[in-house]
């Protein structure tokens, strides 16, 4: 299985939801993230604000970084070599990176159907 892992910049939280506007893109991921770790998926997360060290210890990071400075961020790894810089990884991009299906990123969750399900309508 493959292992992802996103480095992000400096921010006060991963999920978008903080400060006075949501961020519509951190959302996004996030929620991907959390939906394919339910899945077994294995996504690790750094934040350079939190993890500063991460960072400094991952010499292919740090390299970027030196290099471009923190506007390459958000960068994502996948089993250790650099796959994307500067975004995110679209949904598309996320399966394709770790080898998986669409349906990974499907809520599993099934909605409540109308009524209570008894038959003839009553309990």
Known sequence: MKKMIIFDPAMCCSTGVCGPSVNPELLRVATIINKLKIKGILIQRYNLSS????????????????????????????????????????????????????????????KPSKGCGCKGGCC
């Open 51 to 110: 993890n500063p060290q991460t960072f400094i210890d991952n010499k292919e990071i740090s390299k970027i970084l030196n290099r471009d400075g923190v506007k390459s961020l958000p960068i994502t790894m996948v089993d250790g070599v650099v796959v994307k810089t500067k975004a995110y990884p679209t949904n598309k991009e996320f399966c394709k990176l770790l080898g998986i299906s669409e349906d990974y990123l499907k809520d599993t969750i099934k």
